[in-house]
């Protein structure tokens, strides 16, 4: 496998970034990694997950869509799309790569999301296995394999005081063709990734029943009265929609800047009060109605519409932010108890 030194990776993101943006994780005192861009000095984290992820780079929170300059009775469109930099997105784990396979599912079918497609084109991937999960992590249980395979274009491991890694798309291939990296075959890397195999599997969550969400039970699981209790506590902050990796709302507004009309787009998240309002009304007026939305969406409504596939890659963000401790784990728990005791 090509491989480098842990000591000398600033040699590869150096290399990589005379033709590309290099984004890797860094520790800037948020308490958790956030990716920026790689300059000389710049230290890779150690940490396991980023605060947000890394979906900001093909989806991100704000960005302009036209302009419009009027005069008079006259409107003029402007496209102001610019061809994206070619990137490269470093330390990615394998739960965020999953991730890009549920939005593609969305942004990339008819009728295709230019903005979103012109990102993923420029952009690659580098993910990094995870040996060392932490409790909220939850991927095995969408049968995720963070050890063995993480995804994205290119795959790397650090085992030997070594980084290893495998290309997985000609992206990857044409990546790793521009750093001078020796061919070493690792030594223990295997018996790693049994040990880490094994702990993924013994994570507190990794072993959820989803079977109450595997039946054609869209209308059972709807009319829950459960849904009123587990409710109770959130208080519409959306903090866990503005973490989660696989969350696609936005919400358009127009801005006057003074001389035109700039249109841009904007995270929105369901769990607002004003989420798809409307003149006549809102069509979800309480927040048992806005809560159960977000849940059903990842666990019934995406997975009917998209092969079975759920919406929820188990990163454990949202078990970590949510300010009261209401997260996708005890709806799943709650649900199935639910199903069962009937």
Known sequence: MLSIKENEIDKFFSALSKTNTVYIPQDLGSGAPTFKAWSIGAKLSKGLNTRRSAKDFFFPQTENLMEFKIDKKSIEVIDNRRECEDFIVFGVRACDAKSFDILDRVYLQDPIDSYYKNRREHGVIITLACFKPATTCFCPLYKIDAVNNPGGDISAWLSEGRYFFEANTEK???????????????????????????????????????????????????????????????????????????????????????????????????????????????PRLTQTERFRQRFMHKMVYYPDKYEGVYSCVGCGRCLVQCPISMNIVKVIKKIGETKDAK
């Open 172 to 282: 990857g291939k044409a990546v790793l063709s521009l750093v001078e990296m020796e061919d070493v075959e690792p030594k223990t890397l295997e018996s790693e990734k049994v040990a880490a195999s094994a702990v993924m599997k013994a994570l507190p969550f990794s072993n959820l029943d989803l079977s109450a969400f595997k039946e054609k039970s869209l209308l059972d699981i709807f009319n829950m009265p459960i849904w009123k209790e587990l409710s109770e506590s959130c208080i519409g902050c959306g903090t866990c929609t503005f973490v989660c990796p696989t969350c696609q709302c936005f919400d358009i507004r127009d801005f006057d800047t003074g001389h035109g009309i700039q249109r841009f787009r904007c995270w929105d998240s369901c769990m607002y009060s004003d989420f798809t309002k409307m003149a006549a009304a809102n």
